[in-house]
């Protein structure tokens, strides 16, 4: 039975429950859960009706010790503590049912050993119901945190429900539950589907001590001719390890390792790139008997396991005695270079996402150490840099940050990846955005991202071209003259050009450092004009043919004639072209079109002069020189 998924809405135990149990018992069979314990008022017996609500735990992932009517409307609930260990009591996730149409309750959650937490920020309890199986969180005013008097002193939470649907059983966590069966059936479809082109391989690692699998994935493509490299080549294939799901109760961290799986056997190109130079070992359930069990942070003997990895024992945690095996084995490899660690995590306290490092006394290992945390701010809007931390805390020497850099080749980047259970903060600063099962994703997803960064910042990668980005980034399908148009005249309205006075600005051609083409000296034709370019002599009869190389600088030939003779300066006030219907000012252009020389001089087409730097180096600078002071004179 332990092994068996099971929907927690059906009722259906996931624990036996013993002869010697009553109905109102709390569940000694079931590890502390309550087991479809049905809370009457005070003087009533017999069956259970309408509005006497039906409490259910023993469940996967469920975790409920006890339930009290404390008032008409008001229940105190009692969460169960880690297995073997009384010191850890935050999760809860336990199902209601047998209500009543438009009843509304209190619950109070009276035995929570974590004061610092983010119930006050922002995090609130999430629903959801058989009717409505989409999780949803509770409105931040039906929700309080405080220390009660009446509860000698603890830390409470207490919120306010209204049941809506007699037939609906209503389920309450403090975070969207991800349970090993779960995980078992997402690694079974992804199998199923990756048909004969093997993308990653999937075995057990070890047998945990309830009999679940340990499941470690391998994610590559890497070719034959790879991995035939050895250490003095210097030529290693690069190997990055994920763990996921150290604490039972950081279901956040599976949603995290989902979104980097997806991303990595799919078709994206940044996953293909990974993939085809990368090798990724991920575990991405620790702690399954944890998990099961409904835990906080503890497997089975109720021991931390982020706070053994230096004394992990093959009885007691074999999980974690398996994993550093493989770490040494890839450590001590001709082949293998194991370059990061990352151990995915949520937390309860703070906003975001952010990563924990460590601190080395060689100052070019804690640089290196340095880089990746920094790219990852980059690319996740969600990250939080005033929460990353480097420490060497004695404290946490036995969390797998601080094994793998104690322990491993100075080569290894250890770090713990954490995302907040609640949300993260926007670009005002104020307003918290929360998290679901998609934001999760994004934080896998951004974390492939930053190792494709990582390595083309350390020139593992080559950087792609200018072209090649160009090309990636355009749009695929119809091209973008054929989209809709809006057609607002608001925003696409031109305005009219304001009436200004324009005055004469003549042009000094002789005062720019140009050079007019004149080559030819002799004469003033068109077989002294040389074609070179397209150049024009300062000077130019005008009676020349439209089709003459001398003009093919000129798109118009009568512009050119045109603003020759009576409208040259287009700029000038004087010569411009007069009005309709006024005899005298058509007399005076004419006049003044008369006095015009046959003769007039175009401006010539410039164009500058290009000078070769190699040559400089050469000594024909003063060669070069020369040639200007000749065009000066010419």
Same mark, same amino acid.
């Given at each position: ?36 314990? *049905? ?21 996967? /992932? ?28 935050? #999760? ?31 995090? /609130? ?9 989409? #999780? ?62 093997? &993308? ?39 190997? *990055? ?12 961290? +599976? ?53 053994? #990895? ?77 929460? /990353? ?59 492939? &991202? ?29 091209? &973008? ?8 005249? /608001? ?45 024009? +002599? ?59 020389? *046959? ?36």
């Amino acid at each position: 039975m332990l092994g068996i998924a099971c929907d927690p809405l059906q009722h259906t135990s996931m624990y036996d429950r013993g002869s010697d149990d009553s109905e109102d018992s709390d569940g000694e069979g079931g590890l502390g859960n309550v087991s479809r314990v *049905i809370i009457r008022p005070p003087g009533q017996s017999g069956k259970a009706k309408r509005g006497h609500l039906c409490f259910d735990a023993a469940f996967e /992932t469920g975790n409920l010790g006890k339930a009290e009517l404390v008032g008409e409307f008001e229940y105190d609930l009692f969460l169960r503590p880690d297995t073997c260990n009384p010191r850890f009591r935050f #999760w809860f996730n336990f199902t209601v049912d047998n209500v009543k149409q438009d009843q509304r309750v209190l619950f109070n959650i009276v035995n929570i050993s974590k004061s610092r937490n983010l119930f006050n920020s922002g995090l /609130t309890p999430l629903v959801k119901s058989s009717s409505r199986p989409k #999780w949803q969180r509770l409105p931040k005013r039906q929700v309080f945190f405080y220390r009660s008097a009446m509860h000698q002193g603890h830390y409470v939470l207490s919120f306010g429900f209204n049941f809506d649907k007699e037939e609906d059983v209503y389920m309450f966590a403090l975070a969207m539950p991800y349970s090993y069966s779960r995980l078992q059936s997402y690694l079974n479809v992804i199998d199923a589907r990756q048909g004969t082109e093997k &993308r990653f391989t999937r075995c057990v690692l070890v047998k945990s001590l309830q009999n679940r699998n340990v499941d470690l994935l391998t994610i590559d493509q890497v070719t034959h001719s790879q991995r035939s490299t050895n250490r003095l080549e210097r030529s290693f294939i690069r190997v *990055i390890v994920i763990l996921c799901r150290t604490h039972s109760s950081e279901a956040p961290a +599976s949603h995290v390792c989902q979104g980097l799986i997806e991303f990595l056997v799919g078709n994206h190109p940044i996953a293909q790139v990974l993939r085809e130079n990368f090798v990724f070992k991920i575990v991405p359930m620790v702690n399954p008997d944890g998990v099961f069990l409904g835990n906080n942070r503890c497997n089975l003997m109720g021991q931390d396991m982020n706070r053994n #990895w230096h004394v992990a024992s093959e009885f007691t945690q074999p999980e974690l005695h398996a994993i550093r095996n493989v770490l040494k084995e890839l450590d001590n490899s001709d082949t293998y270079q194991i370059d990061f660690v990352i151990d995915l995590h949520a937390n309860n306290s703070m906003h975001g996402c952010f990563i924990y490092g460590n601190t080395y006394e060689d100052v070019y290992r804690y640089e290196r150490h340095l880089v990746f945390p920094r790219l990852f701010a980059n690319n996740a809007k969600d990250y939080i840099a005033e929460h /990353t931390m480097f420490n060497a805390d004695e404290r946490k020497m036995g969390s797998v940050r601080r094994y793998c850099c104690e322990r491993l080749s100075d080569t290894v980047n250890a770090y713990t990846l954490e995302v907040s259970m609640a949300g993260h903060y926007l670009r005002d600063g104020k307003t918290i955005a929360l998290y679901n099962e998609d934001g999760y994703h994004r934080v896998g997803r951004n974390l492939a &991202r930053t190792l494709l960064q990582y390595y083309r910042f350390i020139n593992v990668l080559p950087v792609p071209l200018v072209s090649e980005m160009r090309q990636q980034g355009k749009r695929r399908g119809r091209p &973008r003259t054929h989209h809709s148009r809006s057609r607002s005249r /608001t925003r696409y309205e031109v305005k009219p050009r304001p009436k200004t006075t324009r005055c004469h600005a003549p042009i000094a051609y002789t005062n720019l450092s140009i050079c007019y083409d004149s080559a030819g000296g002799g004469g003033g034709g068109v077989g002294g004009v040389s074609s070179d370019e397209g150049g024009f +002599s300062p000077t130019r009869p005008m009676p020349i043919a439209p089709g003459s190389s001398c003009f093919s600088g000129y798109r118009n030939y009568r512009r050119a004639v045109t603003a020759s003779c009576g409208h040259h300066d287009q700029y000038s006030l004087g010569t411009s072209e007069p009005a309709a219907g006024s005899r005298h000012k058509r007399r005076a252009a004419a006049a003044v079109a008369a006095a015009l020389p *046959i003769d007039v001089p175009v401006p010539p087409k410039p164009y500058l002069s290009i000078i070769d730097l190699n040559q400089l180096t050469r000594g024909s600078l003063k060669l070069k020189a020369s040639s200007f002071d000749a065009d000066d004179r010419r």
